[in-house]
């Protein structure tokens, strides 16, 4: 097991590392397969030792090769954190089964939503737009649900709902956030979309009342909610069935 481990410790590093080009050029309208990467700060295009994930960074002491511009840690940072948690979905839903390649495409799209969110305050249709198609694909061919509806009708009561508050709250939820839980419904289903939502919630609370105290944040001013959801998400997708079972005993 510990080769397999090692594979997708690598596979999380490189698509940790394709995560945040399309997080950050998808919402810029910008082409992910034909357009070469470029030094953000003197535009120099990038060389193949240049795009190792995590590696180019350690070698060059996060800074750009060519003009000694530094380079964000968030690079690093977004690919180590894919490949932990592609190493925690493959010891939880071991050994490889389609609800694995499941379980990664939710946390692939929940690390991409958190990135444009964050860097753009927007989670941007096409990309949700993408995985809506491979969950409706996975749901009806694949791998259904018990019932085999229970997704579609997660998906269409949570956007009927969450598009209420949004109309009737003027704001108080933006409406990618919406659009994002219509797609995980298609994903988790019912039961389990009512927890990521629930735990969703808590989170983003949490972090606004954070943010408020230490001043990051002033009242009535919007903030990315996108990463609490994936951290729901995450949280749902490792200890989904550990929840449910506990919950009876509450």
């Not at 968030?74 to 050994?95: C, G, N, S």
């Amino acid at each position: 097991m510990l080769s397999e481990l090692i594979v997708m410790l690598m596979l999380g590093l490189v698509f940790g590392s394709f995560f945040q080009v399309v997080a950050v050029r998808v919402p810029a309208g910008k082409p992910i397969a034909w357009s070469r990467s470029v030094c953000p700060n003197c535009k120099t295009t990038l060389q193949a030792r240049d795009l190792f994930p995590v590696f180019s960074f350690l070698s060059t002491m996060g800074k750009c090769r060519y003009c000694s511009a530094r380079i964000s840690a968030q690079y690093v940072i977004v690919e180590l954190a894919t490949a932990f948690l592609f190493i925690l979905i493959y010891v939880r839903f071991y050994p490889l089964s389609v609800e694995m390649i499941a379980a990664l495409l939710v946390l692939s799209l929940a690390v991409i939503v958190t990135i444009t969110d964050l860097r753009y305050m927007r989670i941007p249709n096409a990309i949700l737009l993408f995985f809506a198609i491979l969950f409706v694909l996975i749901r009806l061919f694949i791998d259904p649900l018990e019932p085999w509806w229970s997704p579609f009708l997660a998906a269409a009561i949570s956007y009927i709902i969450l598009y209420f508050i949004l109309r009737a709250s003027g704001g108080g939820i933006g409406g990618g956030d919406v659009k994002f839980f219509a797609v995980l419904g298609l994903a988790f289903g019912m039961w389990d979309l009512l927890l990521v939502f629930f735990l969703s919630t808590f989170f983003g609370t949490l972090i606004g009342l954070l943010a408020l105290v230490n001043g990051r944040l002033k009242t009535g001013q919007a903030f990315p909610f996108a990463p609490s959801i994936a951290l729901a998400v995450v949280i749902v997708l490792l200890f989904g069935d550990a929840i449910w079972r506990f919950y009876p005993m509450l």
